[in-house]
């Protein structure tokens, strides 16, 4: 893996914000039509807000 650039910032999936390297950075991989798909979260709540919004 690489490091990324400033070209590489994403937008948390939640709630939009800017997503940088940090150790509270989560990343969900899937694959939809044989291409991988990464949805970034900027930290935890994030994630566990957008886990329980997507099993209901």
Do not use: K
């Amino acid at each position: 893996m690489t490091d990324s650039t400033d070209e590489d910032v994403s937008e948390c999936h939640q709630c939009g914000d800017t997503v940088g390297p940090s150790a509270d950075q989560r990343v969900v991989t899937t694959v939809e039509d044989g291409t991988a798909v990464y949805q970034y979260f900027c930290n935890d709540e994030c994630f566990e807000a957008w886990e329980l919004s997507s099993s209901a």
